[in-house]
């Protein structure tokens, strides 16, 4: 997820993926935008090239019948170093998921479940800057079986087990992310592969799915 090291490009894991409305009439929300990162992401043995799966017709509703999460929370991966605050985000002016608003920072897409929730809470993050690694730049180290916690600013704690780690084409369509029922999980994304100077952005995306513990 690149913020700062080529051009400054909208902080939506551009992932052109069109995953999950967010309003009525509904704008598709893809998921994350082209510059999540500025250097390749070593891709571990724990790693497999995930397969494109078919996203519906009609994208998921906005969720609108659970109680709002906390302002704040924070992520914790001990296995990939990450320890960081949560922060809300929507979507940009191409309808894409946005980013977080710093490197450091991890952003929680607001408009669908939250972690703990039915469905598929999603979570990005850069994978580095111009001044070097960011919030998700050692993600590549989770493998399956890894443990992490979402804590939210009100005392609630959630524990999550990790259950695959993939690298998807960055306009790949996998199926299942922002998803608003089923049981809670949790997927991280974040920017990998290498950097494609035409697209303005890296080739792969990585994205960590986990189940609730």
Same mark, same amino acid.
């Not at 052109?16 to 935008?33: D, E, H, S």
């Not at 977080?100 to 994978?127: C, I, K, N, Q």
């Not at 087990?161 to 992310?177: F, K, M, N, T, W």
């Given at each position: ?21 967010? #309003? *009525?009439? $509904? ?5 994350? %935008?082209? !510059? =999540?990162?500025?250097? +390749? /992401? #070593? *891709?571990? $043995? ?5 397969? %494109?799966? !078919? =996203?519906?017709?009609? +994208? /998921? ?9 906390? %302002? ?5 991966? +001990? /296995? ?17 998921? /946005? ?115």
């Amino acid at each position: 997820m690149k913020t700062l090291r080529r051009a400054a490009l909208p902080l939506v894991l551009t992932l052109a993926w069109t995953l999950v409305a967010i #309003a *009525a009439p $509904p704008p598709a929300a893809q998921w994350l %935008a082209p !510059a =999540l990162s500025a250097g +390749p /992401a #070593a *891709a571990g $043995p724990a790693i497999e090239a995930g397969p %494109a799966g !078919a =996203l519906p017709e009609v +994208p /998921a509703p906005m969720v609108t019948d659970r109680p709002p999460a906390p %302002a704040t929370g924070r992520l914790r991966l +001990p /296995a990939a170093g990450i320890d960081a605050r949560i922060e809300p985000v929507l979507v940009d002016a191409q309808g894409n998921m /946005a980013v977080p608003s710093r490197p450091d920072l991890v952003g929680w897409y607001a408009r669908g479940p939250a972690p703990g929730s039915p469905g598929d809470a999603m979570l990005d993050g850069h994978l580095d800057t111009a001044a070097g690694s960011a919030v998700f730049g050692n993600l590549s180290r989770a493998a399956p079986g890894n443990h992490l916690t979402v804590e939210w600013g009100d005392g609630r704690s959630y524990e999550f087990v990790i259950e695959s780690v993939h690298l998807y084409g960055y306009d790949a369509h996998p199926a299942g992310l922002f998803a608003t029922d089923g049981p809670p999980r949790l997927s991280l994304v974040t920017c990998a592969g290498p950097w494609d100077s035409r697209l303005g952005t890296y080739r792969q995306r990585l994205v960590v799915d986990a189940r609730l513990a």
